[in-house]
């Protein structure tokens, strides 16, 4: 295990934009964080620094309070995970494996003890006198994630590791990933863009945007406490709906809705924000005519087209119980909604709000 720590790290390809700029951040000993972002935003820029396959333009990079800046990666007992596993095709799981301890010159039958407890942990233990050619993409990932594994890393770098499999494979391998994690206590960051990934599998999340950290803390914390609109609409499936408003008084104005304020605030121009899964079908609310229906399985996805634009509503159900076309009323808890400054963008926490 190790202790991570950033301080003012940048890397600059051309000194305008930084691909980072300028993060600094801490991470616990035996924690699993995820870096979650779109692409462009420094994620996987900051996993290799720390890595050491990129240096910083500045800042420092610490290992348990040491400076490894100038440490070369082979030096600084890093394993890492890409997104295409990188596997030898000539060598069988065994020796892939086995490749990363080559430079620890231990006896040959230590090694591969080594390498076969890993195997057994990460359950290829069958698989291991085949080529990465006769592995199905699950079972490479799995090559991948015991060759980093293996040499017994401080940190493990885990960059976009589940993109090339099936949705089926992606819910196995996340919950495999969490208990291999776990289960070594070994300190693990892993990059992705999907959101769900990273709220499922993250003790805490590292949420980027621009090269720049916006927001760190628990799945829980920036789902339910955004710092930022940015924040709000990565965060959550399906993403949340905005509205542009004015406050009048102490009352929203989004177009045909108006929304009473509790709280104050002395902003004019705000962004009022509805998650889908907080609206609910009423006799009394907001009308509307449904426009799109998406099921999603054991939920059923609603457009509702009203005065003011499309409205994305969940219902708990296998079965739409509405068709295009139905003129429908819906509503919602105001202490389930959310309220931005259009200009900052940034969430004002005395404030909610309800439909008058």
Request: negative net charge.
């Amino acid at each position: 295990m190790a202790r991570i720590t950033l301080k003012n790290l940048k890397k600059a390809w051309l000194a305008e934009s930084p691909a980072v700029d300028g993060i600094n951040l801490e991470l616990k000993e035996g924690e699993l964080a995820s870096i979650l972002g779109p692409s462009g935003c420094g994620k996987s820029t900051t996993l290799l620094m720390l890595a050491g396959i990129y240096a910083p333009t500045s800042g420092e990079i610490l290992f348990d309070g040491e400076i490894v800046n100038d440490v070369e990666a082979r030096d600084r007992n890093v394993g890492i995970v890409f997104q295409s596993y990188a596997l030898y095709p000539n060598m069988s799981v065994l020796n892939n494996i086995l490749f990363p301890l080559r430079f620890k010159k231990l006896p040959k039958n230590v090694a591969e003890k080594e390498a076969r407890n890993i195997a057994e942990l990460v359950m290829i233990e069958d698989l291991l006198e085949r080529r990465p050619s006769q592995l199905s993409g699950g079972q490479q990932q799995r090559v991948a994630l015991a060759r980093a594994l293996v040499k017994k890393p401080n940190l493990l770098l885990l960059d976009e590791p589940l993109s090339n499999l099936d949705a089926t494979l992606r819910l196995n391998m996340r919950s495999e990933i969490k208990r291999i994690q776990k289960e070594l206590e070994v300190t693990t960051i892993l990059v992705t863009h999907d959101q769900i990934e990273a709220t499922t599998m993250a003790d805490r999340i590292i949420c980027m945007n621009k090269g720049k950290i916006i927001q760190l803390g628990s799945p829980e914390e920036l789902y339910k406490k955004p710092v930022s609109k940015f924040v709000a609409s990565f965060i959550g499936s399906p993403p949340m709906n905005l509205f542009e408003g004015q406050n009048d008084d102490g009352v929203i104005r989004a177009g045909a809705l108006n929304f009473g304020m509790k709280g104050t605030t002395d902003k004019k121009n705000l962004i009022c924000g509805l998650r889908p899964e907080n609206i609910n079908i009423a006799e009394q609310g907001i009308e509307g005519t449904i426009y799109t229906i998406e099921p999603l399985g054991r939920e059923i996805l609603y457009g509702l087209k009203t005065e003011t634009g499309i409205i994305w509503f969940l219902e708990s159900t296998s079965n739409a119980e509405y068709d295009i076309g139905n003129l429908v009323r819906i509503n919602f808890d105001y202490q389930n909604t959310l309220v931005f400054d259009r200009d900052t963008e940034e969430r004002l926490d005395s404030v909610h709000f309800y439909v008058e």
